[in-house]
């Protein structure tokens, strides 16, 4: 009569006397299966005898709650559309429930029939081992599934030394003992449904899967929920020689006859009929092989583009502390930590940035546009685009990012410092004009050229020994200005003039607490050294990102609520528990009214009208008929002699910066007719993100910080008569100094 199994997943009471000697027994057989395959027979119950003697230990920590490496996934914002993975092992959990049942009862057959019934060591099967490597001269181990388990727990917990691993796999006496020993401990400690599911994500299918989950996807690109009682058998039958058994990378006929074999094991445990068997047995090998992508250059031809945003993602990972204390321990936690990673990356907008991109530059064209867009409030980065491949195929002729490129050519980092963006740096004058007190109707006029306080330094604008820059267009540009028609006209002697009123260094500042980093040493040296003289820092002098650029914009389009860069929605553990790492770290860095009063201010640049209706003209209008009238603001910008071709635009819901440049050679000019482009693709991504959206309007400045007259009608704004161009190429000093009262 067939014994009857004990039911799944109960736990059994022995006495201890009655535990005591089946350990006792165990290890004793265990050491004879081994030894009489490795060691003379004259030293053979010696060694067994020493070794089952030995003082039995407590259960490992690691055996209790184990940490195997597990993969971590990324997806989109949808939570459901994948980006990539990340992992050192091919490994992700999955609770029993979610595994076929045929799936189990085949392990089950395939490797241990009497798994339900033993208490962690079959002593039938180590007897018959015994017999059987006495007399063939075989090496059966008769290891049972929690036997097993407990082998690649102490294998592949990352937590113990490569000697404690490779040790957990050497063929001694000693090793086995410790094996059998462990199992007995853990099956006083969880049921048997427990050691199943952990042994069914533990175990190595071959392939590069390790667990049932990987090995599903693997092989035949579905859940382990879905797997067919063909597919089950076949699984379960590599799990005994993996590499042999593969039908991806090993032998497919010894793969099937494996499967016959767990098939005939299933009826004889009661787990299918023979008709089922002989059904499964008739079935072709159908596999649908799936190999999950690893890192950022995985991505799949459909998404390559995400590249440059997945690399963004990993950059911020290697910064956080809460992943570890050092970079190697923050990488080997996304690559081993199992976490799910839900992005904060929106495919339509993504995807739109990707086109507006390619609109203006073709892939293999020299000249880029990496363009960003930020969501105001929380720092939460839409999309990363640029007209390049991210991918390590090589490039024609040479070319260093174009069309293929792993430098981060959006956010910046490694060989890329940035781009400068011109007149889009007059914002960080304006707010700290603002702040200092001025409002926004501070008059000055705004000649030609304006000959300052600064020393002329690796600059063309020059007069004497001074900087002095001038307008790009005295035409339109020159006149009494305040900072609404000076901001919309993007006036460069005025932002000059306004810098030197309120001292080089406050506008450094405010760039750096919008978050503008500098990268490159030149900047870098400037900003720390000589700020006080950066003059020309508000003309966007230095290299920037269309990131920093976005998110510094967008902390004005929140009100003056600065928040990190974030390029994740949430992170949750293998457990499932979300992670804080995932939330937004944002904090005032702006008074409201300071920020509300700089967007009246570049509601000018865009064509649209302020609270205050003083704007003259703008320098990108074209974004107002794109966006259809929603509310907006922004600002464009050209570098030197039109090297690079910028505009930054922002709604409450978005802030999006692009900046055309050639990444390989600074010293190749975009061209003036770039800027069109630029303006349009930026408005495009903009009207993108917030379709469907409702219209927000922007909260109007005080009276007080708009015209500095708490609350008093208006004064008089009329110039008629005044707009002089008037040449400073004299230096006359009573010019100057008339020229530097503010009005």
Known sequence: MREKPRQPGK????????????VLLCGVLAGLVLAAAVFPGNLLFGLAMKSASETWGGLPQELRTPTPAQRTVVYAADGRTPITSFYDVNRRDVPLAEIAPVMRQAVVAAEDRRFYSHGGVDLRGLARALVSNAREGTTQGASTLTMQYVRNVLKSDPERTAEERESATEVSVGRKLQEIRYAAALEQTLDKDEILARYLNIAYFGSGAYGIAAASERYFSVTPAELTLAQAALLAGLVQSPNEYSPIDGDQDAALVRRSYVLDSMVVTGAITAEQAEQARAEELTLDPTEQPNGCTALSGDHADWGFFCDYLRSWWLEQPAFGSTVAEREQALNRGGYTIVTSLDPAVQASALRQSLAVFDSDESRALPIAAVEPGTGRVLAMAVNRNYSLAANPDGQDNRPNTVNQLVAGGGAIDGYQAGSTFKLFTMLAALESGLPLDTEYYAPTRLVTRHPAENTTAVCGDRWCPSNADPASMNGYRTMWDGFGRSVNTYFVRLSEEVGPAKVVEMAERLGIRFRSDLDENLARTEAADWGAFTLGVSATTPLDLANAYATVAAEGTYCE????????????????????????????????AATDAARCPVGQDPAYGRCTGGTATTADRIVGGRPLAGKSG????????????????????????????????????????????????????????????????????ALGD??????????????????????????????????
């Open 11 to 22: 736990m059994r009471s022995r006495s201890l006397v009655g535990r005591l000697a089946t």
């Open 710 to 743: 708490d609350g008093q009608a208006p004064p008089s704004s009329s110039r008629s008569g005044r707009d002089l161009d008037l040449d400073l190429d004299l230096d006359l000093p009573d010019w100057l100094d008339r020229l530097r009262t503010p009005r």
């Open 565 to 596: 860069p974030l390029p994740v929605l949430s992170i949750a553990g293998p457990d499932g528990a979300k992670l804080p790492a995932g939330d937004p770290s944002c904090r005032r860095v702006l008074d409201a009214d300071v920020a509300r």
């Open 638 to 705: 050209t570098s030197d002699q039109d090297a690079t071709k910028s505009f930054v635009a922002y709604t409450p819901q978005v802030a999006v910066a692009g900046i055309a440049a050639n990444p390989d050679d600074p010293t190749d000019r975009v061209g003036i007719s770039a800027q069109s482009g630029v303006v349009a693709a930026v408005a495009r991504v903009i009207d993108t993100a917030t379709e469907g959206e409702p219209e927000v309007d922007f909260t109007p400045p005080s009276r007080r910080i």
